[in-house]
C-alpha cells in the first residue's frame, strides 16, 4: 500500500476548539488517519501526524490550511516557538510505496493551490525547495511573522514560491518533503534560558555542533528547554544528543531535568536508544518479543488502529458524548464486513464451491477493505462529533464573531452528516457481499452470511439516524436535501437486498419465511 505521513504543524495551542475543527478538516477525507495530536501551551503550536494514501493525505493538507486560515489571526499570537503562517509548516513523509520524488511532487501541488486557491504565500523547503538556502526552515522562517511581513513585498529574496507577495493574518505557510524527523526536547534543572541557547548552539549543525541536529534555547513552563529536530536519527542517535546536552550543560552546573517528544518517534530510534544506555553490544531486532510475535503471525499488523471489542464497548457505555450512536453505527458495519470476509474465506479451496472461487476471492478482498474503512469510521464519527462542540465553544462576542461561529458550526455540522452516511453507503455495499454469500457460498456457513447483512443493516439504520438528526440541526436545510436524497435511495437498495436475503434463507437455508 502507498503510504504518505504529514506533521502539519498548527500557531495554536490555547484554543483547543480550534485545533478540533482542524482536525476534523483532515478527517473528513477518506482514507486520511489521525495518528497523534500534541499542543504546547508556552510554544502556543500544535502538531498533529496523520497517514494515508497519497491523495489523501494532500487533500487533507489542504483542508487543513484552509480551515486554520479561517480560524487563526498571526497579528494576535504570541508563543515561544518562532512561526511564519497559522499553518507554519507542512511536511510531507514517505513511509511506503512512495518516492521522495513523489512527497516533493505533492509539496508542489498542494503549495500551487494554497497559493492560488487561498492566497497565502507558500515556501517550499528541504527536497522540494527551489532554492538552496531554502532548505533549511530556520531560513525561510528568519524574523518570524512580524519580519517577512515587512520584508515580504520588498525584498526579492523574500518573495514566496507560490502565492502573493503579499501576508494577510494567516501569515505564510512552508510546504516540503523530508525523511522522518523526530522533534525532541529537554528540559534543564534552571529557569537561566541563556544557558539553553548556549547549549543549543553548541548541538546544533550550523553552529559546528551534531549533524543533523537543529536547536533552540527557549524559556517554557519557567524552565530552560533545548527545543530540537533531529533530521537523521540514523546518523545521529537519541542516546548520542542526550549524552551531550548532559555534558554541556555539566558545564553550567546544572543537569538534564527531563525530556519529551512532540508527536511520534520511529520505533528503531526507541531502540537504539536503549542499546546503547543498556550497551547491548550483541543486540539483535529479532530478540524483541513484539518482533517475533508479528514475525509468527500471532500479532495482527493493524491492531493497534482498531479497537479490541472490550475497549470499545468500554468507551460506548462510559458516560461521554462521544463514541456515540455513529461510531456504534460503524462499529457493526465492520462486524458485518469480518462475517462477509469469513464466510468468503470458508468457501475457498472447497472442491464443492470451485465454480465460485474466483467470486469468493473477489469478495474477501472486498470485504477487506470494507471493514477498514468502516473501523476508521468508528473514530472519524468521534471526531467529527468532537468538531461541532468544538465550533459550539468558538467566541461570539462582537457580530463578526458570531459569523464566524455561526459558519463553523454549519460546517462542522454538515461534515458531521457527512461521515455516517459513508457508513450508509459501505453498509450499502457489506448487504451486497453478504447476500452473494448467502446465495453461493458454503452453506455450512450460511447462518454467517445472513448475520453479516444484519449487522450491515443496523449498521445502516443507526448511522441513518445520525445524518438525519446532524441535517435537521442546520439551520440551512438546503444544504442537506441531496445528501437525504442518497439516503433515501440506500435505503431503497437495502430494502431490495434484505427481500432478496430473506429469499435465499427460505430456499436455500430451509428456514420458514
Known amino acids: 500500500m502507498s503510504l504518505v505521513e504529514c506533521i502539519p504543524n498548527f500557531s495554536e495551542a490555547r484554543r483547543p476548539e480550534v485545533i478540533d475543527q482542524i482536525v476534523a478538516a483532515i478527517t473528513s477525507v477518506e482514507g486520511a488517519r489521525l495518528l497523534d495530536r500534541s499542543s504546547d501551551l508556552d510554544h502556543n503550536r500544535s502538531v498533529l501526524t496523520y497517514a494515508g494514501p497519497p491523495e489523501a493525505v494532500e487533500e487533507a493538507a489542504f483542508r487543513a490550511i484552509k480551515k486554520a486560515s479561517e480560524l487563526i489571526d498571526l497579528n494576535h499570537h504570541t508563543g515561544q516557538h518562532p512561526r511564519i503562517g497559522a499553518t507554519d509548516v507542512v511536511p510531507f513523509v514517505p513511509l511506503s510505496g512512495v518516492s521522495m520524488e513523489d512527497c516533493v511532487a505533492m509539496a508542489k501541488r498542494l503549495g500551487e493551490r494554497v497559493g492560488s486557491e487561498l492566497n497565502i504565500p507558500v515556501y517550499l523547503y528541504e527536497a522540494a525547495a527551489t532554492r538552496p538556502e531554502r532548505t533549511n526552515l530556520e531560513n525561510i522562517r528568519r524574523g518570524q511573522y512580524e519580519g517577512l511581513k515587512s520584508e515580504i513585498e520588498s525584498n526579492p529574496e523574500r518573495a514566496p514560491d507560490y502565492g502573493p507577495a503579499k501576508l494577510g493574518s494567516a501569515g505564510a505557510t512552508v510546504i516540503g518533503a523530508r525523511n522522518p524527523l523526530i522533534a525532541f526536547n529537554v528540559y534543564l534543572t534552571t529557569s537561566e534560558v541563556e544557558i539553553a541557547r548556549k547549549i543549543a548552539k553548541a548541538m546544533r549543525q550550523s553552529s559546528g555542533g551534531l549533524r543533523y541536529v537543529k536547536a533552540l534555547g527557549l524559556l517554557v513552563e519557567g524552565r530552560a528547554q533545548v527545543s530540537m529536530n533531529l533530521t537523521n536519527f540514523r546518523e545521529t542517535p537519541v542516546g548520542r544528543v542526550v549524552e551531550m546536552i548532559r555534558r554541556e550543560a555539566q558545564r553550567y552546573g546544572v543537569a538534564v531535568h527531563h525530556s519529551e517528544l512532540v508527536g511520534l518517534i520511529p ?247
Not at 468538531?387 to 457580530?399: I, N, Q, Y
Open 267 to 513: 520505533q528503531e530510534a526507541v531502540v537504539d536508544a536503549a542499546v546503547w544506555y543498556t550497551q547491548l553490544d550483541q543486540f539483535s531486532a529479532e530478540q524483541i518479543l513484539e518482533t517475533r510475535l508479528y514475525q509468527a503471525g500471532n500479532l495482527a499488523s493493524d491492531s493497534q488502529a482498531k479497537p479490541s471489542g472490550v475497549s470499545f464497548l468500554d468507551d460506548l457505555a462510559a458516560a461521554t458524548a462521544a463514541p456515540g450512536g455513529g461510531s456504534a453505527a460503524a462499529y457493526a458495519g465492520a462486524m458485518g464486513a469480518a462475517l462477509v470476509a469469513m464466510v468468503a474465506g470458508l468457501t475457498m479451496g472447497k472442491k464443492k464451491y470451485a465454480a465460485v472461487e474466483a467470486e469468493m476471492q473477489a469478495i474477501l478482498v472486498q470485504a477487506g477493505e470494507l471493514r477498514r474503512k468502516l473501523t476508521d469510521g468508528v473514530d472519524d464519527d468521534s471526531a467529527a462529533f468532537e468538531a461541532v462542540m468544538g465550533a459550539f465553544k468558538l467566541p461570539k462576542d462582537t457580530d463578526e464573531l458570531q459569523k464566524a461561529r455561526a459558519a463553523a458550526i454549519h460546517v462542522a455540522t454538515l461534515n458531521a452528516a457527512k461521515v455516517p452516511l459513508h457508513t450508509v453507503r459501505n453498509a450499502v455495499r457489506v448487504m451486497g457481499l453478504a447476500a452473494r454469500c448467502a446465495k453461493d457460498g458454503n452453506l455450512n456457513a450460511i447462518s454467517d452470511a445472513m448475520s453479516g447483512a444484519a449487522l450491515a443493516r443496523a449498521s445502516l439504520t443507526a448511522a441513518g439516524y445520525n445524518v438525519r438528526i446532524n441535517l435537521n440541526s442546520l439551520e440551512d436545510k438546503s444544504a442537506g436535501e441531496q445528501m437525504l436524497k442518497e439516503l433515501v435511495e440506500l435505503e431503497k437498495q437495502a430494502d431490495a437486498m434484505e427481500k432478496e436475503i430473506r429469499k435465499t434463507m427460505v430456499e436455500r437455508g430451509g428456514l420458514a419465511s
